[in-house]
């Protein structure tokens, strides 16, 4: 993840919403063009961020950064996403998600090309405030998209979308290994913003010309922006049933706790994002091929982790599958951050994504259980809170400590995720 798309809350795509009643169901297939057209623009987000993660060594060795400085011009594009997200909420519900949804990413696939032209920490803080501005926008819009779509075609399809972008994300991670060693920095993010235009294109066409259902009604769209973690935690049930009793003191504790539990996940998924390649190349010595390589790892072990997430929550319970899922990635955060060996590093990093794959959903899910929608808003609150934190941290520490340790903060966090749900458990009995 992203990061980075946790704001927004809706209805359970389970049950259907009020707005969902009144809105005829498609008369298409299940993948009609216009969910095959929104689904490869999730993909074409997830596989320009990852373009731009794979690079982020390159860019870092051009403008000659700290690793402190880097974390500052990391978080510019955070800023860049929370100043949009707003913005991009009034202009979905004024001109429609879907024409917003293209132009985002169409700003998206011109704004990744800009990181290799900056030669100055400034200039790359800059360019980043622009690419985050993209980033943000365009995930604010196609979830809105998604969750209209949802309610048009009377079926739990928002999951698919996400994984469009995790499997985007990995495609972008595989080429942009591939290109890492033929093509200069400039070249490879051109290739990748000019392939990211053509789908915008095409799909954009496509979705533009489907019957699309009507604007959400204005207190639904005020309440947020939509959200990936939120989607996928809130369809497992529950949130809107539990709005009266969200006002009470232990309600607000409970949901207090997995909101926390949710920025201890984002804070390590945010990390990663934005550390792995890094601590790959110059801690271990991986070449930049293989460094792309180990974070398409730890991202195809996330994407896993959350197709059998469904199942094993199910299987193991919800407190058993945190527990272990933090458990996992905690022991695997501190493989990948202090082994020696670039293929152990890169094991410690799958195990950390099938770890932290259910743990952010499943923190989401239970916050919208105990609170309704107020619940969902404030544990996606905070855990944006950790996306946006954690870049920043582990460059602070990396200077102070080294990056290998800096890392082994991601383990505590992971621990601290494992081990809230309990505390939330017992205080439900």
């Known amino acids: 993840m992203s990061l980075r798309n946790k704001i927004r809350s809706h209805p359970s795509p389970d049950r259907p919403s009020p707005q969902s009643r009144s809105t ?5 297939s299940p993948w009609g063009p216009a969910r095959l057209a ?89 360019v980043l405030l622009l690419f985050g501005a993209g980033y943000g926008g365009a995930n604010v819009a196609m979830n809105s998209a998604a969750v209209d779509l949802v309610a048009q075609l009377r079926r739990p399809v928002m999951p698919s979308f996400h994984a469009g972008y995790s499997f985007g994300g990995l495609l972008g991670t595989g080429v942009s290994g591939l290109l890492a060693g033929p093509l200069s920095t400039a070249w490879a993010l051109a290739l990748s913003g000019l392939l990211g235009m053509a789908v915008t294109v095409g799909a954009g066409v496509v979705l533009l010309r489907s019957p699309a259902a009507p604007l959400v009604a204005p207190d639904r769209a005020a ?39 949710a920025l201890c996940t984002a804070y390590g998924e945010g990390a990663i ?39 094993l929550s199910i299987r193991l319970g919800q407190n058993r599958l945190m527990l272990f899922g933090g458990l996992t990635a905690a022991a695997g955060m501190l493989v990948a951050a202090l082994a020696p060996a670039v293929p152990l590093s890169i094991c410690g990093f799958v ?23 107020q619940g969902v808003a404030l544990a996606s609150s905070l855990g944006y809170g950790g996306m946006l934190i954690g870049p920043v941290v582990i460059g602070f520490l990396a200077d102070a400590a080294g990056l290998p340790m800096a890392l082994t903060t991601v383990a505590v966090a992971a621990t601290a995720a494992a081990l809230l749900p309990l505390t939330v458990g017992r205080r439900n009995r």
């Open 351 to 373: 195990l950390v994504g099938l770890g932290l794959a259910n743990l952010f959903p499943l923190a989401i899910a239970r916050a919208g259980a105990a609170g309704g929608p």
């Open 24 to 28: 005829p169901p498609l008369a298409d």
């Open 223 to 261: 309440a947020g922006t939509a959200g990936t973690a939120v989607a996928e935690g809130v369809r497992d049930g529950g949130a809107a049933s539990a709005a009266a009793g969200a006002g009470r003191p232990q309600t607000r504790f409970l949901v207090l706790l997995l909101g926390v539990t």
């Open 38 to 126: 929104l689904t490869a623009f999730f993909a074409v987000d997830g596989f320009l961020f990852a373009a731009w993660v794979v690079r982020i060594p390159d860019v870092r060795s051009q403008v000659s950064a700290s690793h402190s400085a880097l974390g500052l011009a990391l978080l510019c594009l955070s800023i860049g996403a929370v100043i949009t997200m707003p913005v991009v909420g009034r202009l979905c519900l004024r001109f429609g998600s879907r024409p917003v949804t293209v132009g985002s990413l169409a700003l998206l696939s011109l704004a990744v090309l800009l990181p290799a032209h900056a030669h100055s920490i400034a200039a790359l803080g800059g």
């Open 273 to 311: 994002a934005d550390w792995t390649t890094l601590h790959l190349t110059d801690d271990v010595h991986a070449s930049a091929a293989v460094a792309a390589t180990g974070y398409g790892a730890y991202a195809f072990a996330m994407a896993g982790g959350r197709v059998g997430g469904t199942w």
